[in-house]
């Protein structure tokens, strides 16, 4: 099994030493992720503008390890974050909200790196009743 990081995979020279790099090309891998247990909580319920709290928990299946050999195929998922929302007529919404994600495959697998991001939503909401 080969194994990418950014360590030198051997040297030459004579009497220097002179790391050397491997070069990696790109690899399709597909993956499905689902996040069945979540809650969104607001605040000021019966004002226009709602502060908001929102959390999940989820599972990503992968073709081969994410995200990088060594790690584990299946990895789990949670997120958590602040927004805020506006309620306008007709129970039409504009939300605006940051969420924390960070998946990791628990210690599952050789290596656990883990990945983090940060993402920024904006979520339009409109009733047709």
Known sequence: MIYANNSPVGGGGYGNTIPLYPIYGTTKTYAVAISPIGARLNAFTSHRLQPTFSTDLGLVI????LPID?????NYLFSFGPG???IGPRRASIRLEYLYRHMSN??????NP???QG?????LIHSFR
């Open 62 to 65: 992968s073709s081969r390890d």
């Open 70 to 74: 060594g790690s584990a195929n299946l």
């Open 84 to 86: 805020v929302a506006f």
């Open 106 to 111: 628990a210690n599952a697998g050789d290596t």
């Open 114 to 116: 883990g990945v983090d």
């Open 119 to 123: 993402v920024i939503g904006l979520t």
